[in-house]
Protein backbone atom coordinates (compact mmCIF):
# COMPACT_ATOMS: atom_id res chain seq x y z
CA UNK A 1 0.00 0.00 0.00
CA UNK A 2 0.85 3.71 -0.86
CA UNK A 3 0.13 6.66 0.62
CA UNK A 4 0.34 9.60 -1.49
CA UNK A 5 0.10 13.38 0.32
CA UNK A 6 -1.67 15.85 -2.91
CA UNK A 7 -3.45 18.57 -2.35
CA UNK A 8 -7.10 20.44 -4.16
CA UNK A 9 -5.20 20.63 -7.22
CA UNK A 10 -3.63 17.55 -7.39
CA UNK A 11 -6.72 15.72 -6.67
CA UNK A 12 -7.67 15.66 -9.94
CA UNK A 13 -4.63 14.65 -11.53
CA UNK A 14 -4.51 11.54 -9.37
CA UNK A 15 -7.90 10.84 -10.21
CA UNK A 16 -7.07 10.82 -14.13
CA UNK A 17 -3.61 8.86 -13.53
CA UNK A 18 -5.91 5.82 -11.67
CA UNK A 19 -8.39 5.63 -13.97
CA UNK A 20 -5.55 5.46 -16.76
CA UNK A 21 -4.33 2.56 -14.18
CA UNK A 22 -6.91 0.98 -12.47
CA UNK A 23 -4.80 -1.97 -11.81
CA UNK A 24 -2.90 -0.18 -8.80
CA UNK A 25 -5.62 1.91 -7.72
CA UNK A 26 -6.08 -0.61 -4.90
CA UNK A 27 -2.71 -0.40 -3.48
CA UNK A 28 -2.77 3.85 -3.58
CA UNK A 29 -4.18 5.89 -0.96
CA UNK A 30 -4.58 9.79 -1.25
CA UNK A 31 -4.13 11.85 1.69
CA UNK A 32 -3.42 15.17 3.21
CA UNK A 33 0.45 16.17 3.45
CA UNK A 34 -0.67 17.32 7.15
CA UNK A 35 -2.31 13.57 7.92
CA UNK A 36 1.09 11.93 6.17
CA UNK A 37 3.11 13.85 8.24
CA UNK A 38 1.15 12.68 11.10
CA UNK A 39 1.68 9.06 10.35
CA UNK A 40 5.30 9.77 10.28
CA UNK A 41 5.23 11.65 13.84
CA UNK A 42 3.10 8.81 15.54
CA UNK A 43 5.64 5.88 13.97
CA UNK A 44 6.44 4.00 16.92
CA UNK A 45 9.00 2.63 15.28
CA UNK A 46 10.85 5.77 14.08
CA UNK A 47 10.32 7.17 18.03
CA UNK A 48 10.54 10.71 16.53
CA UNK A 49 8.96 12.75 19.45
CA UNK A 50 11.22 10.32 22.03
CA UNK A 51 14.17 11.12 19.33
CA UNK A 52 14.04 14.60 19.70
CA UNK A 53 12.93 15.02 23.29
CA UNK A 54 16.50 13.32 24.17
CA UNK A 55 18.41 14.53 21.36
CA UNK A 56 20.67 17.04 23.73
CA UNK A 57 20.45 14.77 26.88
CA UNK A 58 21.59 11.89 24.86
CA UNK A 59 24.75 13.55 22.95
CA UNK A 60 25.77 16.42 25.89
CA UNK A 61 24.10 15.11 28.93
CA UNK A 62 26.26 17.99 30.81
CA UNK A 63 24.22 20.54 28.90
CA UNK A 64 20.82 19.03 29.53
CA UNK A 65 18.27 19.65 32.45
CA UNK A 66 17.10 16.37 32.40
CA UNK A 67 18.85 15.92 35.86
CA UNK A 68 18.54 18.42 37.42
CA UNK A 69 21.67 18.78 39.81
CA UNK A 70 24.43 16.94 40.05
CA UNK A 71 26.25 15.64 42.83
CA UNK A 72 29.18 18.05 43.81
CA UNK A 73 26.37 20.57 42.53
CA UNK A 74 24.19 19.32 45.79
CA UNK A 75 26.84 19.14 47.82
CA UNK A 76 27.76 22.62 47.40
CA UNK A 77 24.14 23.74 47.54
CA UNK A 78 23.97 22.01 51.19
CA UNK A 79 27.23 23.16 52.31
CA UNK A 80 26.21 26.90 51.15
CA UNK A 81 22.61 26.99 53.22
CA UNK A 82 24.07 25.44 55.90
CA UNK A 83 26.55 28.52 56.25
CA UNK A 84 24.24 30.97 55.75
CA UNK A 85 21.65 29.92 58.11
CA UNK A 86 24.44 29.49 60.73
CA UNK A 87 25.83 32.48 59.58
CA UNK A 88 22.69 34.36 60.06
CA UNK A 89 21.76 32.99 62.81
CA UNK A 90 24.46 33.38 64.71
CA UNK A 91 25.21 37.05 63.22
CA UNK A 92 28.82 36.97 62.78
CA UNK A 93 29.97 40.58 61.92
CA UNK A 94 32.78 38.69 59.58
CA UNK A 95 29.86 36.67 58.12
CA UNK A 96 27.40 39.03 57.07
CA UNK A 97 30.44 41.91 55.84
CA UNK A 98 32.05 39.29 53.64
CA UNK A 99 28.95 37.88 52.17
CA UNK A 100 27.42 41.84 51.83
CA UNK A 101 31.39 42.33 49.59
CA UNK A 102 30.55 38.87 47.50
CA UNK A 103 27.09 40.29 46.54
CA UNK A 104 28.09 43.91 46.06
CA UNK A 105 30.73 42.95 43.65
CA UNK A 106 28.00 40.53 41.87
CA UNK A 107 25.51 43.63 41.73
CA UNK A 108 28.25 45.60 40.78
CA UNK A 109 28.50 43.61 37.24
CA UNK A 110 24.61 43.91 36.38
CA UNK A 111 24.40 47.33 37.34
CA UNK A 112 27.66 48.67 35.02
CA UNK A 113 25.96 46.62 32.13
CA UNK A 114 23.36 48.87 32.67
CA UNK A 115 24.75 51.46 32.65
CA UNK A 116 27.10 51.05 29.99
CA UNK A 117 23.70 50.49 27.91
CA UNK A 118 22.57 53.50 29.18
CA UNK A 119 25.32 55.85 28.26
CA UNK A 120 26.98 53.97 25.41
CA UNK A 121 25.72 54.96 21.65
CA UNK A 122 25.89 51.33 20.00
CA UNK A 123 24.42 50.45 16.77
CA UNK A 124 20.66 49.65 17.19
CA UNK A 125 20.71 46.28 15.33
CA UNK A 126 22.33 44.45 12.62
CA UNK A 127 22.64 45.86 9.41
CA UNK A 128 20.72 44.36 6.02
CA UNK A 129 19.57 44.50 2.90
CA UNK A 130 16.40 44.00 0.89
CA UNK A 131 16.52 40.95 -0.85
CA UNK A 132 15.03 40.59 -4.25
CA UNK A 133 12.19 37.42 -3.79
CA UNK A 134 13.54 35.11 -5.82
CA UNK A 135 17.20 35.50 -3.29
CA UNK A 136 14.87 34.64 -0.28
CA UNK A 137 15.56 31.37 1.57
CA UNK A 138 12.82 29.38 2.83
CA UNK A 139 11.71 29.66 6.14
CA UNK A 140 10.22 27.56 8.78
CA UNK A 141 8.26 29.25 11.21
CA UNK A 142 7.63 27.04 14.39
CA UNK A 143 4.59 28.18 16.28
CA UNK A 144 3.56 25.73 19.65
CA UNK A 145 0.30 26.08 20.33
CA UNK A 146 -1.49 24.54 23.91
CA UNK A 147 -5.05 25.54 24.93
CA UNK A 148 -4.84 28.61 23.05
CA UNK A 149 -8.24 28.32 20.87
CA UNK A 150 -9.17 31.63 22.22
CA UNK A 151 -6.20 33.35 19.82
CA UNK A 152 -5.84 31.28 16.80
CA UNK A 153 -7.82 33.41 14.61
CA UNK A 154 -5.83 36.79 15.30
CA UNK A 155 -1.99 34.84 15.13
CA UNK A 156 -3.48 33.26 11.71
CA UNK A 157 -4.27 36.99 10.91
CA UNK A 158 -1.17 38.02 12.08
CA UNK A 159 0.60 35.59 10.35
CA UNK A 160 -0.69 36.10 6.52
CA UNK A 161 0.77 39.94 7.48
CA UNK A 162 3.91 38.96 7.17
CA UNK A 163 5.40 40.07 4.20
CA UNK A 164 7.41 37.20 2.91
CA UNK A 165 6.37 34.98 -0.25
CA UNK A 166 3.90 32.17 0.35
CA UNK A 167 6.02 29.34 -1.59
CA UNK A 168 9.13 29.99 0.31
CA UNK A 169 7.06 29.89 4.13
CA UNK A 170 7.03 26.95 5.66
CA UNK A 171 5.03 27.21 8.99
CA UNK A 172 4.18 24.73 10.92
CA UNK A 173 1.42 24.78 13.98
CA UNK A 174 2.48 22.63 16.75
CA UNK A 175 -0.32 21.37 18.53
CA UNK A 176 -0.92 18.99 21.88
CA UNK A 177 -2.80 15.59 20.90
CA UNK A 178 -5.12 15.90 23.87
CA UNK A 179 -6.49 19.93 22.91
CA UNK A 180 -9.08 19.22 20.98
CA UNK A 181 -10.51 22.91 22.08
CA UNK A 182 -7.81 24.36 20.17
CA UNK A 183 -7.40 21.79 17.30
CA UNK A 184 -11.34 22.54 16.64
CA UNK A 185 -10.17 26.66 16.41
CA UNK A 186 -7.30 25.86 13.81
CA UNK A 187 -9.30 23.19 11.52
CA UNK A 188 -11.86 26.04 11.17
CA UNK A 189 -9.32 28.32 9.84
CA UNK A 190 -9.00 26.15 6.90
CA UNK A 191 -5.37 27.16 6.35
CA UNK A 192 -3.18 27.73 2.98
CA UNK A 193 -0.84 24.93 1.88
CA UNK A 194 2.29 26.42 3.28
CA UNK A 195 0.60 25.76 6.74
CA UNK A 196 1.94 22.72 8.48
CA UNK A 197 -0.68 21.84 11.37
CA UNK A 198 1.49 19.28 13.23
CA UNK A 199 -0.36 17.16 16.26
CA UNK A 200 2.15 15.98 18.82
CA UNK A 201 1.21 12.68 20.57
CA UNK A 202 1.39 13.37 24.53
CA UNK A 203 4.24 12.12 26.64
CA UNK A 204 6.72 13.61 29.55
CA UNK A 205 7.51 16.58 29.82
CA UNK A 206 4.76 18.64 28.07
CA UNK A 207 6.74 21.59 27.55
CA UNK A 208 6.94 24.68 25.22
CA UNK A 209 10.50 23.54 23.80
CA UNK A 210 9.41 19.54 22.97
CA UNK A 211 7.30 20.58 20.78
CA UNK A 212 9.68 23.17 18.90
CA UNK A 213 12.28 19.95 18.78
CA UNK A 214 9.57 17.98 16.98
CA UNK A 215 8.92 20.98 14.52
CA UNK A 216 13.03 21.65 14.08
CA UNK A 217 13.08 17.72 13.38
CA UNK A 218 10.52 18.54 10.51
CA UNK A 219 11.92 21.86 9.20
CA UNK A 220 12.60 22.44 5.37
CA UNK A 221 13.58 26.20 5.94
CA UNK A 222 17.32 27.40 5.67
CA UNK A 223 16.25 29.85 8.76
CA UNK A 224 13.80 29.12 11.41
CA UNK A 225 12.02 31.27 13.71
CA UNK A 226 9.69 30.95 17.01
CA UNK A 227 6.44 32.56 17.62
CA UNK A 228 4.11 32.48 20.77
CA UNK A 229 -0.12 32.29 20.04
CA UNK A 230 -0.18 35.57 21.17
CA UNK A 231 2.56 37.04 18.58
CA UNK A 232 1.71 40.07 16.64
CA UNK A 233 5.52 40.52 14.45
CA UNK A 234 5.57 43.40 12.08
CA UNK A 235 4.82 42.37 8.44
CA UNK A 236 8.79 42.94 7.80
CA UNK A 237 10.17 40.84 10.18
CA UNK A 238 11.02 37.77 8.47
CA UNK A 239 12.65 39.79 5.47
CA UNK A 240 14.52 41.95 7.44
CA UNK A 241 16.08 38.75 9.39
CA UNK A 242 16.95 37.06 5.99
CA UNK A 243 18.29 40.13 4.88
CA UNK A 244 20.57 40.57 7.95
CA UNK A 245 21.60 36.66 7.78
CA UNK A 246 22.94 37.14 4.38
CA UNK A 247 25.20 40.21 5.15
CA UNK A 248 26.70 38.69 8.15
CA UNK A 249 29.72 36.29 8.87
CA UNK A 250 28.61 32.74 8.92
CA UNK A 251 29.06 32.50 12.80
CA UNK A 252 26.08 34.53 13.42
CA UNK A 253 23.65 32.25 14.51
CA UNK A 254 20.58 33.73 15.77
CA UNK A 255 18.88 37.07 15.42
CA UNK A 256 16.70 38.54 18.74
CA UNK A 257 13.76 40.32 17.61
CA UNK A 258 12.97 42.94 20.24
CA UNK A 259 9.72 42.44 22.21
CA UNK A 260 7.52 44.54 23.50
CA UNK A 261 3.56 44.31 25.21
CA UNK A 262 0.38 46.25 23.22
CA UNK A 263 -1.81 46.67 25.69
CA UNK A 264 0.98 48.09 27.93
CA UNK A 265 -1.62 50.66 29.26
CA UNK A 266 -4.39 48.06 30.87
CA UNK A 267 -3.38 48.54 34.22
CA UNK A 268 -0.23 48.87 36.68
CA UNK A 269 1.00 45.46 36.67
CA UNK A 270 1.32 45.66 32.85
CA UNK A 271 2.85 48.89 32.63
CA UNK A 272 5.32 47.82 35.14
CA UNK A 273 5.70 44.69 32.40
CA UNK A 274 6.02 46.98 29.52
CA UNK A 275 9.06 49.11 31.17
CA UNK A 276 10.75 45.80 32.29
CA UNK A 277 10.76 44.40 28.16
CA UNK A 278 11.68 47.79 27.18
CA UNK A 279 14.89 48.24 29.04
CA UNK A 280 15.84 44.26 28.28
CA UNK A 281 14.83 44.51 24.22
CA UNK A 282 15.40 48.12 23.77
CA UNK A 283 18.59 49.01 25.94
CA UNK A 284 20.44 45.92 27.38
CA UNK A 285 20.11 43.49 24.00
CA UNK A 286 21.93 46.18 21.64
CA UNK A 287 24.70 46.33 23.54
CA UNK A 288 25.17 42.54 24.88
CA UNK A 289 25.38 41.40 21.12
CA UNK A 290 27.52 44.62 20.58
CA UNK A 291 29.93 42.95 22.98
CA UNK A 292 29.59 39.56 21.63
CA UNK A 293 28.06 38.21 24.97
CA UNK A 294 26.12 35.32 25.65
CA UNK A 295 22.25 36.64 25.24
CA UNK A 296 19.58 34.82 26.94
CA UNK A 297 16.66 35.19 24.16
CA UNK A 298 13.11 35.77 24.63
CA UNK A 299 11.03 32.99 24.02
CA UNK A 300 10.03 34.48 20.77
CA UNK A 301 11.01 35.78 18.00
CA UNK A 302 14.28 34.17 17.67
CA UNK A 303 15.34 33.74 14.30
CA UNK A 304 17.89 31.47 13.75
CA UNK A 305 20.70 29.73 11.04
CA UNK A 306 18.61 25.94 10.97
CA UNK A 307 22.23 24.32 10.75
CA UNK A 308 23.28 26.03 13.57
CA UNK A 309 20.51 25.01 16.19
CA UNK A 310 20.58 21.83 14.92
CA UNK A 311 24.40 22.14 15.59
CA UNK A 312 23.85 22.60 19.49
CA UNK A 313 21.16 20.20 19.56
CA UNK A 314 18.40 22.21 19.48
CA UNK A 315 16.36 23.50 22.31
CA UNK A 316 16.45 21.64 25.83
CA UNK A 317 13.04 19.76 26.53
CA UNK A 318 13.88 19.57 29.85
CA UNK A 319 14.34 23.21 30.05
CA UNK A 320 11.68 25.88 30.91
CA UNK A 321 13.31 28.82 29.96
CA UNK A 322 14.80 27.10 26.89
CA UNK A 323 15.50 30.88 25.79
CA UNK A 324 17.93 31.70 27.86
CA UNK A 325 19.54 28.62 28.11
CA UNK A 326 19.97 28.12 24.26
CA UNK A 327 21.29 31.69 23.96
CA UNK A 328 24.02 30.31 26.42
CA UNK A 329 24.60 27.21 24.74
CA UNK A 330 25.05 28.92 21.71
CA UNK A 331 27.66 31.45 22.83
CA UNK A 332 29.63 27.97 24.21
CA UNK A 333 29.69 26.86 21.03
CA UNK A 334 31.72 29.77 19.45
CA UNK A 335 28.27 31.30 17.68
CA UNK A 336 27.10 34.58 17.64
CA UNK A 337 23.72 36.51 18.28
CA UNK A 338 22.11 39.93 16.82
CA UNK A 339 19.52 42.11 17.08
CA UNK A 340 16.95 43.13 14.30
CA UNK A 341 14.83 46.90 14.38
CA UNK A 342 11.37 44.61 14.29
CA UNK A 343 9.07 44.46 16.98
CA UNK A 344 7.24 41.49 17.59
CA UNK A 345 4.16 42.66 20.23
CA UNK A 346 2.71 40.37 22.86
CA UNK A 347 0.21 39.87 25.34
CA UNK A 348 1.48 40.70 29.39
CA UNK A 349 -0.14 38.91 31.57
CA UNK A 350 -2.55 41.52 33.08
CA UNK A 351 -3.49 39.88 36.77
CA UNK A 352 -0.93 39.34 39.38
CA UNK A 353 -2.33 35.44 39.42
CA UNK A 354 -1.06 35.20 35.86
CA UNK A 355 2.25 37.17 35.93
CA UNK A 356 3.29 35.27 39.20
CA UNK A 357 2.77 32.08 37.63
CA UNK A 358 4.67 33.27 34.60
CA UNK A 359 7.78 34.53 36.69
CA UNK A 360 7.68 31.65 38.54
CA UNK A 361 8.20 29.20 35.89
CA UNK A 362 11.15 31.74 34.21
CA UNK A 363 12.50 31.88 37.62
CA UNK A 364 12.86 27.85 37.61
CA UNK A 365 13.90 28.03 34.44
CA UNK A 366 16.87 30.60 35.11
CA UNK A 367 17.97 28.37 37.95
CA UNK A 368 17.74 25.37 36.00
CA UNK A 369 19.93 27.26 32.84
CA UNK A 370 22.47 28.22 36.23
CA UNK A 371 22.67 24.87 37.48
CA UNK A 372 23.52 23.25 33.86
CA UNK A 373 26.07 25.80 32.77
CA UNK A 374 27.73 26.16 36.15
CA UNK A 375 28.13 22.45 36.69
CA UNK A 376 31.86 22.38 35.34
CA UNK A 377 33.17 26.25 35.78
CA UNK A 378 36.26 26.17 33.88
CA UNK A 379 34.99 24.74 31.01
CA UNK A 380 32.47 27.14 31.17
CA UNK A 381 35.55 29.63 31.47
CA UNK A 382 37.14 28.16 28.32
CA UNK A 383 33.95 28.04 26.07
CA UNK A 384 32.72 31.48 26.91
CA UNK A 385 36.20 33.21 27.93
CA UNK A 386 36.38 36.05 30.34
CA UNK A 387 33.85 39.07 29.13
CA UNK A 388 31.36 36.16 28.34
CA UNK A 389 31.71 34.35 32.08
CA UNK A 390 30.67 37.90 32.58
CA UNK A 391 28.16 38.62 30.52
CA UNK A 392 26.70 35.21 31.63
CA UNK A 393 26.87 36.54 35.44
CA UNK A 394 25.42 40.10 34.60
CA UNK A 395 22.51 38.40 33.15
CA UNK A 396 21.13 35.20 34.88
CA UNK A 397 22.95 34.79 37.55
CA UNK A 398 22.48 38.68 39.19
CA UNK A 399 18.41 37.64 37.82
CA UNK A 400 18.18 34.96 40.62
CA UNK A 401 20.33 36.93 42.99
CA UNK A 402 18.31 40.18 42.69
CA UNK A 403 14.92 38.69 43.15
CA UNK A 404 16.39 36.33 46.53
CA UNK A 405 18.26 39.98 47.87
CA UNK A 406 16.39 42.51 47.10
CA UNK A 407 14.02 42.31 49.86
CA UNK A 408 16.28 41.49 52.07
CA UNK A 409 17.88 44.59 51.73
CA UNK A 410 14.92 46.91 51.38
CA UNK A 411 14.19 45.19 55.05
CA UNK A 412 18.15 45.85 56.32
CA UNK A 413 17.86 49.52 55.39
CA UNK A 414 14.71 50.22 56.96
CA UNK A 415 14.98 48.59 60.51
CA UNK A 416 18.62 50.58 60.62
CA UNK A 417 16.60 53.47 59.69
CA UNK A 418 13.78 53.21 61.93
CA UNK A 419 16.98 52.72 64.64
CA UNK A 420 18.97 55.32 63.66
CA UNK A 421 21.52 53.15 63.20
CA UNK A 422 21.90 53.28 59.64
CA UNK A 423 24.58 56.00 59.94
CA UNK A 424 25.33 55.95 63.73
CA UNK A 425 25.68 52.50 64.59
CA UNK A 426 27.68 51.22 67.91
CA UNK A 427 28.80 48.32 65.84
CA UNK A 428 31.42 48.81 62.97
CA UNK A 429 30.58 44.99 61.72
CA UNK A 430 26.74 46.49 61.26
CA UNK A 431 27.18 49.84 60.00
CA UNK A 432 29.59 48.34 57.44
CA UNK A 433 26.88 45.62 56.51
CA UNK A 434 24.00 48.49 56.13
CA UNK A 435 26.00 51.16 54.96
CA UNK A 436 27.22 48.29 51.79
CA UNK A 437 23.17 47.30 51.52
CA UNK A 438 22.35 51.03 51.59
CA UNK A 439 24.95 51.66 48.51
CA UNK A 440 23.80 48.58 46.57
CA UNK A 441 20.44 49.28 46.76
CA UNK A 442 20.75 53.47 45.93
CA UNK A 443 23.40 52.46 43.26
CA UNK A 444 20.50 49.61 41.68
CA UNK A 445 17.99 52.10 41.97
CA UNK A 446 19.96 54.18 40.35
CA UNK A 447 21.57 52.28 36.84
CA UNK A 448 17.92 50.39 36.88
CA UNK A 449 15.63 54.23 36.57
CA UNK A 450 18.59 55.78 34.11
CA UNK A 451 18.30 52.62 32.01
CA UNK A 452 14.37 52.68 32.05
CA UNK A 453 14.42 56.40 30.98
CA UNK A 454 16.26 55.78 28.12
CA UNK A 455 13.93 52.68 27.11
CA UNK A 456 11.43 55.07 27.40
CA UNK A 457 12.98 57.90 25.36
CA UNK A 458 13.76 55.34 22.45
CA UNK A 459 9.94 53.34 23.19
CA UNK A 460 7.69 56.14 24.45
CA UNK A 461 4.84 54.97 25.85
CA UNK A 462 2.61 57.66 27.41
CA UNK A 463 2.46 58.53 31.00
CA UNK A 464 4.80 55.29 32.10
CA UNK A 465 7.45 57.80 33.52
CA UNK A 466 5.46 57.97 36.40
CA UNK A 467 5.37 54.65 37.33
CA UNK A 468 9.57 54.39 37.31
CA UNK A 469 8.80 54.83 40.71
CA UNK A 470 6.51 51.99 41.36
CA UNK A 471 9.37 49.24 40.04
CA UNK A 472 10.84 49.02 43.60
CA UNK A 473 7.51 47.33 44.90
CA UNK A 474 7.59 45.44 40.91
CA UNK A 475 11.48 43.83 42.06
CA UNK A 476 10.01 43.15 45.31
CA UNK A 477 7.31 40.93 43.96
CA UNK A 478 9.79 38.64 42.21
CA UNK A 479 10.98 37.55 45.57
CA UNK A 480 8.17 35.48 45.72
CA UNK A 481 8.23 33.84 42.73
CA UNK A 482 11.87 33.22 43.48
CA UNK A 483 10.52 31.04 46.66
CA UNK A 484 8.21 29.50 44.56
CA UNK A 485 10.07 28.53 41.60
CA UNK A 486 12.90 26.51 44.49
CA UNK A 487 9.87 24.77 45.60
CA UNK A 488 8.84 24.16 42.27
CA UNK A 489 12.24 22.75 41.00
CA UNK A 490 12.40 20.32 43.95
CA UNK A 491 8.74 19.31 43.34
CA UNK A 492 8.21 18.92 39.63
CA UNK A 493 11.57 20.31 38.16
CA UNK A 494 10.06 19.79 34.38
CA UNK A 495 6.33 21.19 34.44
CA UNK A 496 5.31 24.09 32.26
CA UNK A 497 3.09 26.55 34.00
CA UNK A 498 0.80 27.42 31.26
CA UNK A 499 0.38 31.44 30.62
CA UNK A 500 -3.66 31.99 29.81
CA UNK A 501 -3.67 34.59 26.67
CA UNK A 502 -6.38 36.35 25.08
CA UNK A 503 -6.72 38.47 28.02
CA UNK A 504 -5.71 41.94 26.99
CA UNK A 505 -8.05 44.81 27.15
CA UNK A 506 -6.20 47.25 24.87
CA UNK A 507 -4.14 46.92 21.59
CA UNK A 508 -1.86 49.84 21.81
CA UNK A 509 1.87 48.88 19.92
CA UNK A 510 4.21 51.44 21.43
CA UNK A 511 6.73 51.38 18.36
CA UNK A 512 10.54 52.53 18.85
CA UNK A 513 11.51 56.05 18.30
CA UNK A 514 14.33 55.61 16.30
CA UNK A 515 13.14 52.81 14.38
CA UNK A 516 12.59 54.83 10.90
CA UNK A 517 15.84 56.10 11.39
CA UNK A 518 17.70 52.89 11.72
CA UNK A 519 16.04 52.50 7.87
CA UNK A 520 19.10 54.31 7.09
CA UNK A 521 21.60 50.97 7.40
CA UNK A 522 19.19 49.58 4.72
CA UNK A 523 19.75 48.60 0.96
CA UNK A 524 17.91 48.19 -1.96
CA UNK A 525 17.28 45.27 -3.61
CA UNK A 526 20.52 43.35 -4.66
CA UNK A 527 20.71 41.07 -7.14
CA UNK A 528 23.45 38.92 -6.01
CA UNK A 529 23.78 39.00 -2.41
CA UNK A 530 25.55 36.64 0.17
CA UNK A 531 24.08 33.32 0.81
CA UNK A 532 21.64 33.53 3.22
CA UNK A 533 23.40 30.70 4.99
Not at 149 to 178: H, S, T
Request: one cysteine or more; hydrophobic letters at 50%; a positive charge.
Amino acid sequence: MLAVAVDATAQAHLADALARAPAIRSRIIGTTPDQLTGLYVNDPHLRLVERTRDCLHAAKPELSAKNVVTLWQALVLAIAAITLIAGFTLASGAFLIGSMIALSVVFLLGNALRLIAAVKAVPGSQPWMQLADNDLPIYTVLVPLFREAEVVADLAAALERLDYPRDKLDIKLLLEADDRETRAAVDMLQLPPHYSVLVLPPGYPRTKPKALSVGLELARGVLTCVYDAEDRPEPEQLRQAAGAFALAPPSLACLQARLAYRNWSQNLMTRQFAIEYAVQFDVLNPLIAWLGLPMPLGGTSNHFRTAALRNVGGWDPYNVTEDADIGVRLARAGWQTGVIDSSTYEEAPPSLGAWLKQRTRWMKGWLQTALVHTRNPLLLVADLGPLGVYGFVATVIVNLLSAAVHPLAIGLVAYHLSTGELFASESVWSAAVSSLAAANLIFGYAMAFVAAAVALYRRPMQGLSLHLMAMPVYWTLTAVAFVLAIVDLIRQPHFWAKTEHGKAERDVPAPLKHKRAAGSRRRRAITKPREAA
